[in-house]
């Protein structure tokens, strides 16, 4: 009886057992999940990565991984004979083109000059030819009024010579008169003849004066043009040089940024994550390989936020806004549990057809959290009662 007893007992339990489990069953709800089990802490403040502008050989490196850095701090020196060679030679070049241009633009300044010098030379050797020729003209008139007088008196000694010779001859007139008035014929053709070889001469020197003007004229306005020639040639060859100038500056600016670039200099304040290692290869390192990487140093509030690729699957069921438990994988979430933040973007698919999500990670966390961090968790796409879940899981299982 005791026996039959127990037995009606444990039915009993098991038949409450079953209907509080029916009940909790249909009305429990748990959370329906995206599984994300790939996934990296990045910051809005953007790591700085520094890669090799070309072939290069580090010289000295002067930290190591785990240090922290200052912004505009040493880091590593590299070296590439090439590329310094190349920027000497860019600078002694432009320096080069530098003087020839300065010698270009003093001889370009001396030829103006000697052509200002031939235009006043100009200027003054016709001043001095019009008074000279118009002193000429003046002695010129001079003479022919001189000779005019000359040759009436020389008329009214001739009338006169000829009238005493008449009374002469009629002996109204004696020889001595006679002569006198014959001598000042003779006198005033004289002076005429004199009157008349002056004239000439001034009028050949006239001439003479303005062949040696027309000469010395001719020889200005040569003299003028050659240094006007001169100038614009050598302008020609100065502009020419400050273009080639001009593309050497452009040359030179660009060799010594990659000279400069062989110092490695820490652009950010943060951590130093990655340090290139020469003893695990050659001391040559290859031009965009990654020399140093320096994740920022987060203040206090900083933002950080993790991101997931997704499948096509999942995609469907992520929506912004949606709750996100995430663990860490560098700390065991059972002792430092979880980070907890919310989705603020889903992608469309990239021209790789993937997407991907954006998870914001506000503070305070529960641990200290640094950008690259490798995550996986889940995101929360709504609440299922235990019974929808499992049928949701059975019908992708079927699915699958």
């Not at 790939?38 to 010289?59: D, F, Q, T």
């Not at 919310?342 to 990239?350: I, K, M, Q």
Request: glycine residues 8%; charged residues 30%; contains cysteine.
């Amino acid at each position: 009886m005791s026996g039959l007893g127990h037995i009606r007992g444990m039915f009993a339990l098991l038949l409450g057992s079953c209907a509080i489990g029916a009940v909790l069953f249909a009305t429990v709800e748990v959370n329906a999940v995206v599984r994300v089990r790939e996934g990296e802490v990045l910051s809005y403040r953007p790591r700085s990565v520094h890669k090799a502008p070309y072939e290069v050989r580090r010289v000295d490196q002067y930290v190591h991984e785990g240090d922290t850095v200052q912004a505009g701090q040493l880091l590593m020196l590299l070296d590439n004979e090439e590329v310094d060679a190349a920027a000497r030679k860019a600078e002694e070049d432009y320096q080069a083109l530098e003087e020839e241009l300065g010698t270009v633009v003093e001889q370009m300044d001396n030829a103006g000059e000697r052509a200002v010098r031939h235009r006043r030379q100009l200027t003054i050797l016709r001043q001095r030819h019009g008074a000279e020729e118009a002193q000429i003209r003046e002695s010129l008139g001079a003479f022919s009024r001189q000779r005019e007088l000359a040759q009436q008196k020389q008329a009214l000694a001739e009338v006169k010579a000829e009238r005493s010779r008449g009374l002469y001859e009629r002996g109204l007139l004696s020889k001595e008169e006679h002569e006198a008035d014959y001598r000042g014929v003779l006198e005033a053709t004289s002076a005429a003849t004199e009157l008349l070889r002056l004239q000439r001469e001034q009028e050949a020197a006239g001439l003479k004066l303005g062949g040696t003007y027309r000469d010395e004229l001719t020889r200005v306005e040569l003299d003028l043009l050659g240094a006007e020639a001169a100038r614009l040639s050598l302008l020609e060859r100065a502009n020419k040089l400050r273009r080639e100038l001009e593309k050497q500056r452009e040359e030179k600016e660009l060799r010594g940024l990659l000279a400069a670039r062989r110092e490695v200099r820490a652009e950010i304040r943060g951590t130093i994550r990655y340090l290139y290692n020469t003893k695990a290869s050659s001391d040559r390192i290859l031009a965009g390989e990654i020399l140093v990487e320096v994740a920022p140093e987060l203040e206090e509030g900083s933002a950080l936020y993790a991101r997931f690729k997704l499948t096509q699957d999942e995609v469907k069921r992520v929506l912004a806004g949606q709750r996100a438990h995430l663990k860490v994988d560098a700390f065991h979430f059972h002792r430092y549990g979880v980070l907890k933040g919310r989705v603020r973007y889903v992608s469309p698919p990239n021209d790789a057809n993937e997407f991907f999500a954006i998870v914001d990670l506000p503070p305070p966390h529960p641990f200290e959290v640094r950008p690259g961090y490798s995550v996986r968790g889940e995101i929360v796409t709504g609440q299922l009662r235990i019974y929808e879940f499992v049928l949701a899981k059975l019908f992708d299982r079927f699915e699958g």
